[in-house]
């Protein structure tokens, strides 16, 4: 099974970046797509942003020119640049990955990192 482990969370005031990792661990070829999501206490969990295997990439549009994910394959890991943070990003982060064995299709997650942005 994929493990997801995550990091770089904490508390920055508003305007200020903070830099998420993701680190994979396990069958890592059958991973198709790796991205974030955040769920604010009250909301739903909304997707921040992802990247395919094949390097497509996609930003929910609240985060755009903000937020930029990337990924170093040699460490398995991706992360999400956070720039110019606002107090209304302030949510638990989930790492998100996608892996398909034997034409199944399944959805892993991280353990979750809090981000607070204090206005």
């Known amino acids: 099974q994929v493990q997801l482990v995550e990091s770089g969370g904490g508390l920055v005031e508003a305007g200020g970046s903070l830099r998420l990792s993701c680190a994979a661990t396990?069958?890592?070829?059958?991973?198709?797509?790796m991205g974030w999501y955040r769920q604010a206490p009250g909301k739903q969990r909304e997707l921040v942003a992802t990247i395919t295997s094949i390097g497509s990439i996609a930003y929910a549009d609240s985060v755009k020119g903000r937020f930029t994910i990337s990924r170093n394959n040699a460490k398995n890991t991706v992360y999400l640049q956070m720039n110019s943070l606002k107090p209304e990003d302030t949510a638990a982060y989930y790492c998100n990955a996608l892996s398909t064995v034997n034409y199944f299709t399944r959805a892993y997650w991280g353990q979750g990192t809090q981000v607070t942005v204090s206005s």
């Open positions: 396990g069958p890592i070829d059958s991973i198709n797509a």
